[in-house]
């Protein structure tokens, strides 16, 4: 009876892992999709006595059925990722709202030099050689890469609001969905 009892649990077992084993990989579509994830900000006072600026942090979700998401240094020295020119040379785009005190709603923020821009690009997330395969994971990003919103610009003042819509594309050409982030108030 006991030897019956323990046979009984071992084959449970292994039926168990073996089901485990073979289960199969996710199915997404060959477009990218983001999810919101996650904003923050962290206050930068320089050293040299500098105008001190907040640093955003934007956290997003995302999925991929091929996994061709990022760029290595290779791809951007190769058309379209090369262009000046293209939407293409950034793989993470970014559009950037204020809230606007005195209309008492939120607008897109137009960086002063219209040359600079939040847009930017991240880095592969599968070695160049690996096979094409389903892919998910969270990415975060910071906009402006360490520059900052100074906190001088009335803009960006601590207290003020902002938040962000976001989409990337694939080395495929494929655009994702366009996600806004929750508002954030600023240190």
């Known amino acids: 009876?006991?030897?019956?009892r323990l046979l009984s649990?071992?084959?449970t077992a292994a039926t168990a892992l073996?089901?485990?084993?073979?289960?199969?990989?996710?199915?997404?579509?060959?477009?990218?999709?983001?999810?919101f994830k996650n904003i923050r900000a962290e206050r930068d006072t320089p050293a040299n006595g500098g105008t001190p600026s907040n640093r955003i942090f934007i956290t997003i979700g995302y999925k991929d059925g091929n996994g061709d998401l990022g760029l290595s240094a290779?791809?951007?020295?190769?058309?379209?990722?090369?262009?000046?020119t293209s939407d293409y040379?950034?793989?993470?785009?970014?559009?950037?709202?204020?809230y606007n005190t005195n209309y008492l709603r939120f607008e897109e923020y137009v960086y002063p030099n219209?040359?600079?821009?939040?847009?930017?690009?991240?880095?592969?997330?599968?070695?160049?050689?690996?096979?094409?395969?389903?892919?998910r994971g969270d990415l975060t990003y910071e906009p402006g890469k360490g520059d900052g919103f100074p906190i001088n610009?009335?803009?960006?003042?601590?207290g003020n609001r902002v938040k962000f819509d976001i989409y990337i594309y694939d080395r495929a050409l494929h655009k994702?969905?366009?996600?806004?982030?929750?508002?954030l108030v600023l240190p």
Request: proline share 12%; net charge negative.
């Open 1 to 4: 009876m006991l030897r019956t």
């Open 9 to 11: 649990s071992l084959l």
């Open 18 to 35: 073996a089901v485990g084993a073979c289960e199969s990989a996710p199915t997404y579509p060959d477009e990218p999709s983001i999810e």
């Open 74 to 84: 290779a791809d951007k020295d190769t058309p379209p990722f090369n262009s000046s």
């Open 89 to 98: 040379r950034f793989n993470y785009h970014v559009k950037l709202y204020w």
């Open 114 to 135: 219209p040359a600079l821009t939040y847009n930017g690009t991240f880095a592969r997330m599968l070695e160049e050689t690996a096979k094409p395969q389903p892919i």
């Open 153 to 158: 610009y009335p803009e960006f003042r601590p």
């Open 176 to 183: 994702s969905n366009v996600i806004t982030t929750e508002e």
